[in-house]
């Protein structure tokens, strides 16, 4: 069964800090035990799965030769995610992607790095988790061991992974939400993982401090727009699973968002949530306390929100 999209949000969005700053959303949640069952499969194709538990979504691939996770959440709940992937295959996970440094989709590498043959992300997750686990107090490890592309998020990076006859692509993106954003796609299955470049029914956070605008979430969006096939299924990082239709309204979304902002260059976050449109995008729900649309206005602009 498909679950409803208002209960996967809850849950998706369960842990995000309740209160700024923005930067927190990459951090793991303080103490607080885990639910005993916070993760929901969904069947998207033969032997491919979405997971939703609490902070990004995740993907999985089961082939002859091993899985494929795509993003892994927090490290607490990494025993239910296990679980979870035990519930669908015995086959042990060989390799794990991170669609970006972002904790929601990270936080578990230091418990999967134990298990898998490598974990695999763009170059500048790796450097950016590094950093921040230099920082004092933080946990070090799951530090991805094969990295795509380049420091410089202009130079497009593209690697396949060739697994039990499955063939997947990993497809580096101009920066938009961070400057190390991947995306998975698997042609034999018509799904991809569009990490957090696409919330599905949310508006989305932008990591500005990470290199991350709005101009490069509209870019990437029309980019893949152009080419997805109709049939694709995708797992957006927030929300349910959705087609190329909630991905073009999102897109749209974006660009009335940009259109907005432009119009009302002297305007706050306040004044233009204020006089925005939300009549017309109304599917288009605030992250909870995380993200008002007021903070979300302050940062299409470019500004760092208060
Ligand atoms: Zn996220
Ligand atoms: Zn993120």
């Known amino acids: 069964m498909r679950p409803s999209a208002p209960a996967l949000a809850a849950l998706a969005l369960a842990t995000l800090p309740a209160s700024l700053p923005l930067a927190a959303h990459v951090r793991q949640p303080q103490a607080a035990a885990a639910p005993a069952k916070v993760h929901k499969i969904e069947k998207l194709a033969e032997n491919v799965y979405c997971i939703y538990g609490n902070g990004g979504n995740i993907g999985l691939v089961v082939t002859d030769k091993g899985a494929v996770l795509i993003d892994d959440q927090f490290e607490d709940i ?15 996970i060989k390799y794990l992607v991170n669609t970006h440094w972002h904790g929601d989709h990270t936080g578990a590498n230091i418990v999967l790095e134990k298990q898998v043959t490598a974990i695999i992300a763009h170059t500048n997750v790796r450097s950016r988790l590094e950093k921040a686990q230099a920082k004092e107090g933080e946990k070090k490890g799951g530090l991805p061991e094969i990295t795509v592309g380049f420091p410089d998020p202009k130079e497009r990076a593209v690697m396949a992974i060739h697994l039990g006859g499955v063939e997947m692509h990993l497809l580096h993106q101009a920066a938009g939400h961070t ?3 991947l995306v998975l796609g698997l042609p034999v299955a018509h799904v991809m993982h569009l990490g957090d470049l696409f919330f599905n029914g949310l508006i989305p956070y932008i990591d500005l401090e990470s290199g991350g605008s709005l101009e490069g979430m509209i870019a990437n969006a029309d980019g893949l727009l ?9 797992i957006p990082g927030h929300g349910p699973v959705g087609g190329k239709k909630d991905y073009a309204r999102f897109r749209d979304f974006l660009k009335a968002v940009q259109a907005h902002v432009k119009a009302n260059p002297k305007l706050s976050g306040k ?11 109304s599917d288009f729900k605030p992250l909870g306390k ?15 929100p208060k």
Do not use: Q
Not at 274 to 281: I, S, V, Y
């Open 78 to 92: 990494a025993p239910g995610l296990l679980e979870a992937v035990k519930s669908i295959t015995d086959k042990p």
């Open 179 to 181: 400057d190390g954003d």
């Open 226 to 234: 152009a080419w997805i096939p109709e049939d694709v299924k995708l």
């Open 271 to 281: 004044e233009l949530d204020e006089a925005f449109d939300h009549k017309t995008w």
């Open 290 to 304: 995380f993200l008002s649309y007021d903070k979300f206005f302050d940062i299409a602009a470019g500004r760092r």
